[in-house]
């Protein structure tokens, strides 16, 4: 059984997540997505349009999604790795080369990002309206 991981806000849910995590999901058998919380965004000075249970809730409706978890920090990825045995660590390659540190953990692989969406778009959109 070949498990994926990977991480993200998923914010506004749109085709680009979900090319992400259909593609993630062909190269295993089980799907994690650490998904980043309302805390650990404003870290990060994002404010998300909907908050961690509303994310958390959209993406429970997706099947490519087998368990998702808190992301409360940068540091915990190599941990995640360790306590859910993780195969392969996927990110999209916006974040091409971020993650190397940890290919003596897994394998990680970095997907084309889908382009001509995002959820910034997407949240300027809903506020000019
Ligand atoms: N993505 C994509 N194409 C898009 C938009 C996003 O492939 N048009 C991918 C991103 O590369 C990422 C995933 O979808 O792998 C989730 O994107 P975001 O929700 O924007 O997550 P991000 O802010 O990149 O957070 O520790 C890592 C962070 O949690 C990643």
Redesign the pocket.
Known sequence: MKKVL??????LL????M??LRRAKELGDTLYV?L?TDEFNSSKN?VSYFNFEQRKQMLKGVKYVDFIFE?ND?EQ?ARDIEQYDIDIL??????EGKFDYLSGLCEVIY?????????TKIKEILQAD
């Open positions: 990977t991480y993200g806000t998923y914010d749109h085709y680009g997540h090319e992400l650490g980043s994002k992301e940068w990825k996927v990110m999209g390659s916006d974040w997907l084309p990002r889908t382009e001509g969406v995002s959820s």
